[in-house]
């Protein structure tokens, strides 16, 4: 891939610059005149969401830019808002919402629908001034956007951890909210001890519920109560009625015997179980009405309570409603750590499947060695092939790790070219870092000449470098200063 031209437009002001194909030198005699807006005006042109510099708003400016591809030949790409870009490919104008389909864009140019590589693509070429020349294998290329190494070595060996991919982000995601509850918890027990109390559970809702329970559990009684207080009723009138009949029965003797409550079995006994249970309902029912009476002040000194609530500070309501929270704080540490556990092995499983294809990885390993020791940072010691992941970057400092830098990225370059079959374009923001010295960059730029003669880079800097046919660009004052002809 090439990028052939850049047309900015900003008002009634505009810029075209040409690129050529091999080293273009974007350069001014000193800073802050427009390299690296230039530079980033390419990337945004090229859809990525690109943070503004200093005095220009991206989104305000209309870009052409003209690329050449190995598979589709010429590209026009026009942007005049942050929310779309345009392509003209052979003809057909195609329009792309960004940044949801910013992959959808760049898998025609870059000729690959794996987004494991076009999601890395922009940290293997580009080196950002600010912060490109400490990212080795992870962290951020510029605004929001990201490279990862193992992201990167799963796109080259078309190894496919999606799946495991979605279960660590779930179980991170699950993890931290654990360990917010865990902090919430810890913060509530201060309360305690501060205050000496935990605030009751704020129970507005709870304490209607309960009256509303209280009562219906009244209504039965009293329809019990009642029922039994008519069968009570009904019994003495059925004994009223019995002595009013003047019943005789004839006895097995021949003896007559008139019928009344004292000789019907179990009468008085059936009596006296309806009173005793008429009693306890009555006792029962006197209960019930002692709580509901109790919840009902309750909620009326809640209602007066209402207005010294509002006058609340907010951390008083804060700590008020954090207090009514029912949290175990071992339990949720129980939690924490069965998640952590398994987070742990999820990520040991992504890892041992990015690792899988030593192929990739010794070739990357190859070539970092190979540039680390040209360029006089290992002492002919080789690195250790799991230095490719490492995190700890405290050891490299200054013009070490920039030139580790340098190198792991024309690594990552080889490695990306190999499998996408094209050639990729080098952009370089100020190569020439504070502790770096001009022999040491000498050194990286011969090893462009040598190594990467059949691409393009485009490289922003105050300084000059000995390339054997440069396209030198040059700003004077500013970025963009012709006026649009009317």
């Known amino acids: ?40 005006f390419l990337l945004y042109s090229l859809g990525y969401n690109i943070p503004n510099t200093k005095n220009i708003k991206f989104e305000l400016c209309e870009v052409e830019t003209i690329i050449n591809t190995e598979y589709l030949g010429d590209i026009t790409l026009n942007r005049s808002s942050k929310n779309s870009i345009s392509a003209n490919i052979n003809g057909e104008e195609y329009t792309y919402i960004l940044p949801s389909e910013l992959n959808k864009l760049h898998s025609i140019i ?53 799946s495991l ?40 809702e709870r304490l209607e519920t309960n009256i509303q329970e209280l009562t219906i559990q009244k209504n039965i009684l009293k329809k019990e109560i009642n029922r039994v207080s008519n069968t009570i009723k009904k ?54 009405l002692n709580e509901i009476e109790k919840l009902e002040f309750q909620r ?3 209602e007066e309570q209402v207005a010294f609530l509002e006058s609340e500070t907010l951390t008083q309501s804060f700590d008020r409603k954090i207090s009514t ?96 079959k094209i050639k990729l374009p080098i952009i370089l923001d100020s190569p020439s870092g504070k502790e770096v010295d001009q022999s040491n960059v000498q050194l990286m730029m011969d090893i462009l000449k040598r190594d990467f003669s059949a691409n393009q880079i485009i490289i922003a800097s105050i300084f000059t470098y000995k390339f054997d046919s440069s396209n030198i660009i040059t700003i004077n004052n500013k970025l963009i200063e012709n006026m649009v002809d009317l």
């Open 325 to 420: 929270l029912q949290l175990s704080a071992p339990s949720i540490q129980s939690e924490i750590k069965r998640l952590e556990k398994e987070l742990k092995n999820i990520r040991k499983e992504i890892s041992n499947k990015t690792r899988s294809n030593t192929e990739v990885i010794d070739s990357l390993y190859t070539n970092v060695n190979k540039y680390l020791t040209e360029l006089k940072v290992n002492d002919d010691k080789k690195i250790d092939f799991t230095y490719l992941f490492t995190s700890n970057l405290k050891e490299l400092s200054g013009a070490v790790l920039h030139k580790t830098v340098f190198a792991f990225k024309l690594a990552y370059i080889l490695e990306v070219e190999k499998a996408l």
């Open 300 to 302: 009326k000194y809640d």
């Open 235 to 288: 019994n003495k009138q059925f004994k009223k009625y019995i002595e009013e009949m003047k019943i005789l029965i004839k006895a097995p003797n021949g003896d007559t015997i008139p019928v009344t409550s004292d000789n019907i079995v179990g009468f008085d006994d059936n009596t006296n179980y309806l009173v005793s249970k008429h009693k306890m309902l009555i006792a029962e029912l006197s209960t019930l």
């Open 165 to 204: 991919i979605a279960k660590e982000s779930q179980l991170a995601r699950e993890l931290n909210k654990y360990k917010q509850m865990f902090s919430v918890s810890q913060y509530q027990k201060s309360i305690e001890t501060e205050t000496g109390v935990l605030f009751s559970e704020d129970y507005d």
């Open 1 to 40: 891939m090439i990028i052939k031209s850049i047309n900015i437009t900003e008002g009634f002001f505009y810029r075209k610059i040409k690129f050529q194909d091999g080293t273009n030198l974007i350069f001014s005699k000193k800073n802050s005149c427009g390299k690296t807006t230039l530079l980033r």
């Open 110 to 162: 870059y000729h690959t629908d794996n987004n494991n590589l076009l999601d890395n693509i922009l940290g293997t070429i580009y080196v950002d001034q600010e912060k490109g020349w400490t990212l080795l294998n992870r962290g951020i290329v510029i605004g929001s956007l990201r490279f990862n190494i193992e992201d990167l070595i799963r796109g080259l060996s078309n190894i496919d951890c999606d």
